[in-house]
């Protein structure tokens, strides 16, 4: 079948045509540069080539089924206006490519611009960049930009910064010139310990990592942390894996942090089973040079006319090749452009709103949770949209009761935490309606 | 109408055909507008000023935008009429694959069952899924010829890093810590950059007089604190590595390993099995090779393929099959660990799955063989009217520089900007560095004949105006929003956001 | 182009002006011109130390970045501030207004080793 000749125009007098123009035969010819032995004999094992609708078919049959989710953890259930898929499928932005030829790219080039403000203005810091992977890869280059900066070896990481996170980091520095600390959460508020971490503190440390929320929700005070770390010459890092909590927090920049480094996921991008995602990576204007990742910049034209361009390149691969300030070069374009539409329908008003219901809600749930027999809120520090409950039956055995009701109930702590295998991670967005939190709390209940 | 300041002019916004200005979203809309409309709660409103601590809430989102819906839809409608994307025409950047984006795999990668699933749900609810990306796994190691495969790099970049990190744990494995990494000189900047993040130094290897590289000046280089040679086949002057098996025997029998970029593949497929040629890492360019859209920038996807040597170093989770079902393996003691949250780009991966089960191994094998004739095509047909550095059949890509124009003081940026008048993407310009003025141009096998004949015939014209009447390049592109941006002012004193203006200007200002 | 008469010249297109007890450095006018517009300059910490040939900083255009490479051993004793919100003094006035750095030398014998203007704008045209 040959379907696939949709996406390849040449018919066979195209292609007689243009061999003889080239000068040569027959197709063959035309891998001459490669040594006979090197060429394949046979063809490539893989199936198909499948017509448009058996694709389609194959597809639709590959879907998970859908559940009420309680699921958090740094991916959320959000929701998406309909306006940003609508705008993001317009193909003059999704079929370009990297901004370079600044001319026919003003579209892309001035959204990332505006996507630059609006991260500055989330997490109250002076430049943000056009983009990362995602929120651990962000969280990663944070710490080693911190190196570059400071020269120094120890980096004080807050246990309680989400898992995955902690292992990225943990992949992305050299032993040979850096070393983790990993500062302790404290057992009752499930607040990061600070009296350990100012123990900790002294002129070898490069950077402090906090996350806020942290991965169990809990809402971290940065105010002081920023201060003794600063005093000792070191940099504070602020990460986050729920963006929506800015609606409503004083952002890191506020408090004093020297890169914020976070994930913008619940920013209008779907769950999509982990990725595409988006990094976000703020900064003092201090430290520009030091920024991995692109920069857009307001400039003018020929005839005076406002326009922007990529600008600092001399910090990127292309140019300062080893000397780079990160390897990165695609980054997460598309997905940035989402969360500049969804912050441009919410607004000001709207996104501080919807804080507040993911509040509200969560608020609701834990408050139901909190008066069931056998089962406890873990942790007395206020949390923002999930909340850690600690059960007195086999967490994982509760939650296949739950499932069986059509429930994704929450998210059980032990492979994340040891020291937490009664705990579940529970997460409340707009999305779940009354009706399926008192549902939940039904399930939770009679399970217990 | 509304205006904007620049600098201490005021400019009015001009509507003038397609071509209108637009501001920015914090210069429209204002207080009261609203763009979200947010699901009910019937619920208790939750008192967040008693629930937390007055000091850690944020009073108000300073600077942001209130907009209607068909404010933010004109606004966005109306910044993507200003770009060009490979829908709207030819993209001839080299090593870019701007390939077409089919529409299809844009609409299965968005069903319902992928988009709205959460990265934690229980595996048993993601069979579907995981049977996709094992399945991607699959297919592609048997097109480059490897052992295994991670989709977790989120990037080709991000596929080098993850390489490097791996080979370092083999290394370290063995109980060797090497230094070097071997680097031609035609390699994308990415592999320095990478090498760099990877702690390595890097070595820089220069191709000969046919551009490629000699294993004599590898042999020269090689030796015991060297880790590795980066290497891209086919290479960015567009030719194949024809010592490529010769240069791996040599770094082998060192205790080093050859880790190929394989941004070019679609020169490849069906044709040649990387793995077949002694390559022990590569990485592969969704975004590039298999279809999936640039988006601006990103999202890409950069999956890395080994040989089974380096297996049990892989990030985790690796995906497995036992009968029927598949599941995630955490438990790789030898694990690099992670490069990024979660298991990559799915999102991204769905599309290239759906891509090659609707090109088969035929298609795929099409793809390449078009995309070298195309290039070859391209090639002859501008050699009489640019300057070719390496007068020899290339593969995907070519490379041409602007030394025939030189004398009318016209250069490669010139040429580039001209074709943008004539509705062209200009292709990449001052790449590879071994190049003086380089043009590079890979047209991929989207590209029709007449396409490519329109494209000569441009280029043809454009050296006859070089010659009879430069100040056309110089002066283009003229057909623009804007013209010759100034680059050395936005390096110069970078404006990276807008900010809020002070209350003695008016609104806009800044 | 000019290359002054009274100046020495490093092969990595450095110009030294000897001032008795210290000596002013700056890059060229060849090198300027390389460059084109310089937009940022990263210069060293006042005090430090650098041998001959090591790398002090950096000179960036918008697609460039050139290494300030010292052309003598010694000790850096003042850096030209003006540079940081004027970095097109060195495309205008190389080795005037532009001057980049001043150091104390550790060997009076090491501008032996430097090039005339003669000698400089020889290599140039041997480059070429």
Redesign the interface.
């Known amino acids: 079948m040959e379907d696939y000749l949709r996406y390849i125009p040449h018919t066979e007098e195209d292609v007689q045509k243009m061999l003889k123009a080239i000068g040569v035969k027959s197709i063959e010819d035309l891998f001459g540069s490669i040594p006979k032995e090197q060429r394949l004999s046979k063809p490539l094992d893989l199936p198909g080539p499948l017509s448009e609708i058996d694709l389609i078919r194959h597809m639709e049959g590959l879907q998970s089924p859908i559940f009420t989710s309680f699921l958090g953890g740094g991916a959320y259930d959000h929701f998406i206006p309909a306006v940003v898929s609508h705008l993001v499928s317009r193909s003059e932005f999704y079929t370009a490519y990297t901004p370079y030829q600044a001319e026919i790219s003003q579209g892309t080039l001035q959204a990332i611009f505006e996507f630059q403000t609006l991260m500055c203005q989330l997490t109250g810091m002076e430049v943000s960049n056009g983009s990362m992977y995602d929120g651990a890869s962000s969280l990663a280059e944070a710490v080693l930009m911190a190196h570059r900066i400071t020269g120094r070896r120890k980096i004080l990481l807050s246990q309680a910064i989400h898992p995955e996170y902690r292992k990225v980091i943990q992949t992305y520095i050299d032993p040979d010139e850096q070393e983790i600390v990993l500062i302790p959460y404290l057992q009752k508020e499930g607040r990061t310990d600070k009296e350990t971490l100012v123990q900790f503190l002294d002129q070898d440390v490069s950077a402090v990592v906090i996350q806020n929320p942290n991965f169990f929700g809990v809402i971290e005070d940065l105010q002081t942390i920023g201060e003794r770390v600063h005093q000792e010459g070191g940099l504070m890092i602020a990460g986050f894996s729920e963006a929506i909590a800015y609606g409503m927090l004083r952002p890191p920049g506020e408090f004093g942090a020297d890169i914020v480094a976070g994930e913008g996921q619940s920013l209008g991008l779907s769950l999509s089973f982990g990725g595409p995602y988006l990094g976000i990576f703020t900064t003092k204007e201090k430290f520009i040079r030091n920024m991995p990742g692109r920069l857009v910049g307001e400039t003018v034209d020929l005839e005076g006319k406002r326009g922007f361009v990529l600008t600092l390149a001399t910090r990127e691969q292309h140019i300062r090749r080893e000397k780079a300030t990160s390897n990165i070069c695609t980054n997460e374009g598309l997905c940035a452009l989402m969360a500049t539409i969804f912050l441009s329908c919410f607004g000001k008003k709207g996104l501080s709103e919807l804080a507040l219901m993911n509040l509200s809600k969560a608020e609701y749930a834990k408050k139901a949770a909190s008066q069931m027999e056998g089962c406890r809120v873990a942790f007395s520090f206020p949390t923002f949209n999930e909340f850690v409950l600690e059960i007195d039956k086999d967490p994982e055995k509760v939650l296949e009761r739950i499932k069986e009701e059509g429930i994704l109930g929450g998210l059980p702590m032990r492979n994340f935490y040891p020291e937490l295998d009664h705990h579940l991670l529970v997460t409340v967005t707009e999305m779940v309606t009354k009706e399926e939190i008192d549902q939940w709390a039904n399930v939770l209940e009679k399970a217990l | 109408m509304c205006s904007t300041k620049v600098g201490d002019r005021v400019e009015k916004i001009k509507d003038t055909g397609l071509l209108q200005d637009e501001p920015l979203i914090f210069e429209q809309g204002g207080e009261g507008r609203k763009g979200y409309s947010l699901p009910r709660w019937d619920g208790e409103k939750a008192k967040d000023r008693k629930l937390i601590p007055s000091h850690l809430l944020r009073k108000e989102l300073i600077g942001f935008p209130q907009l209607s819906e068909v404010e933010v839809v004109r606004h966005f409608t109306r910044l993507s009429q200003w770009n060009f994307g490979v829908d709207s025409g030819f993209y001839p950047l080299g090593s870019c694959t701007m390939k077409y984006n089919p529409k299809v795999n844009e609409d299965v990668a968005k069903l319902s069952g992928f988009a709205n699933i959460h990265p934690y749900t229980p595996e048993e609810f993601c069979q579907g899924l995981l049977r996709a990306m094992y399945e991607l796994e699959g297919f592609l190691a048997e097109i480059t010829g490897m052992d295994q495969v991670t989709l977790q790099p989120a990037a080709g970049a991000h596929g080098e890093l993850t390489g490097m990190m791996m080979m370092k744990a083999a290394l370290q494995a063995r109980g060797e810590k090497r230094k070097k990494v071997l680097v031609p000189d035609t390699a994308h900047g990415t592999n320095c950059s990478t090498s760099t993040v990877a702690s390595y130094q890097v070595v820089e290897i220069k191709s000969n007089e046919k551009g490629v590289i000699s294993p004599d000046k590898v042999a020269e280089q090689m030796d015991e604190e060297v880790a590795a040679i980066m290497v891209t086949n086919p290479n960015t002057l567009g030719f194949f590595e024809e010592h490529l098996s010769e240069i791996a025997e040599i770094v082998h029998r060192k205790g080093g390993f050859v880790y190929c970029d394989g941004a070019n593949l679609n020169a490849l497929m069906g044709i040649v099995k990387l793995g077949d040629l002694g390559v022990d890492m590569v990485h592969l360019n969704l975004h590039k090779t298999f279809s999936t859209p640039h988006g601006g920038g990103g999202p890409g996807s950069g999956p890395l393929a080994i040989k089974k040597e380096l297996a049990p170093f892989l990030p985790v989770p690796v995906i497995e099959k036992a009968g029927e079902a598949y599941r995630f393996n955490y438990d790789r003691p030898l694990s690099i660990g992670k490069i990024k949250a979660f298991y990559g780009n799915i999102g991204v991966i769905l599309k290239a799955y759906a891509y090659i089960l609707s090109m088969g191994a035929e298609g795929l094998r099409r793809a390449s063989e078009m995309a070298v004739l195309n290039a070859n095509y391209l090639m002859t047909g501008l050699k009489g009217s640019y300057h070719l550095p390496y007068d020899q059949p290339c593969v995907h890509e070519c490379v041409f520089t602007d030394r025939f124009q030189e004398k009318f003081h016209v250069s490669t940026l010139d040429i580039a900007k001209r074709l943008i008048d004539y509705g062209f993407h200009p292709p990449t310009i001052y790449f590879p560095l071994v190049v003086k003025g380089a043009l590079m141009m890979e047209p991929t096998e989207t590209e029709s004949r007449e396409g490519l004949d329109r494209f000569i015939e441009t280029m043809i014209t454009i050296a006859k105006e070089a010659e009879e009447n430069p100040e056309l390049l110089r002066q283009a592109p003229r057909k623009v929003k804007v013209r010759r941006l100034d680059e050395v002012l936005a390096a110069r004193k970078p404006k990276l956001k807008w900010t809020v203006p002070s209350p003695s200007f008016p609104k806009g200002d800044k | 182009m000019e290359f002054p008469e009274n100046l020495l010249y490093s092969e990595d297109h450095e110009w030294v002006r000897n001032e008795e007890s210290f000596v002013t450095i700056g890059i060229t006018d060849y090198a300027q011109g390389q460059l084109k517009?310089i937009?940022?300059v990263?210069l060293p910490e006042i005090g430090s130390e650098y041998k001959k040939g090591e790398s002090m900083g950096v000179v960036?255009?918008?697609?460039?970045?050139a290494d300030i490479f010292s052309p003598i051993t010694g000790r850096v004793i003042a850096k030209n501030l003006e540079l940081k919100d004027h970095?097109?003094l060195i495309n205008t006035d190389p080795y005037g207004k532009g001057w980049l750095l001043r150091m104390e030398l550790r060997e009076r014998e090491e501008l032996n080793g430097l090039l005339s203007s003669k000698a400089y704008q020889g290599k140039l045209s041997e480059e070429s």
């Open positions: 517009d937009v940022y990263d960036e255009s918008v697609k460039t970045v970095p097109e």
